[in-house]
């Protein structure tokens, strides 16, 4: 519950169906963490940038949220978007516990 209240990347309603089991359920777009999302304003190249950096360190191993963007160096909330991007194109894959992968890692 204390991980659910203080997380202020992650899709409410998606963080709450992963508890549950359900891992591959698409932002909500309504809940605060969507809606402040909607409002952040990327350039066009940083978001590919990060999209490489977050790919070649899940070819290496699944890492949880929390190492994905301390590793990425970028602005949590751009990395958090770029990853929920490659979520949903089916890319990487959310475990438990708020731990990705890529789907087919190279290899």
């Known amino acids: 519950m204390l991980r659910y209240a203080s ?11 992963s ?28 978001p590919g940038k ?6 070649a360190i899940l070819s290496e191993r699944e890492r949880s949220l929390e190492e994905l963007v301390s590793a990425s160096g970028g602005d949590t909330d751009r990395v958090i978007g770029v990853i929920e991007k ?16 890529l789907k087919h890692p190279p290899g």
Do not use: A, H, M, W
Not at 9 to 14: A, D, G, K, L, T
Not at 86 to 101: A, N
């Open 7 to 17: 997380s202020g990347s992650i899709c409410r309603n998606q963080f709450l169906l």
């Open 86 to 101: 490659l979520v949903e194109e089916g890319i990487v894959t959310r475990e438990k516990d708020l731990v990705f992968k």
């Open 19 to 46: 508890y549950f089991g359900q891992l591959d359920s698409p932002r909500c777009g309504r809940c605060d963490i969507c809606l402040s999302d909607k409002e952040i304003k990327t350039d066009s190249s940083e």
């Open 50 to 55: 990060i999209r490489e950096l977050i790919t």
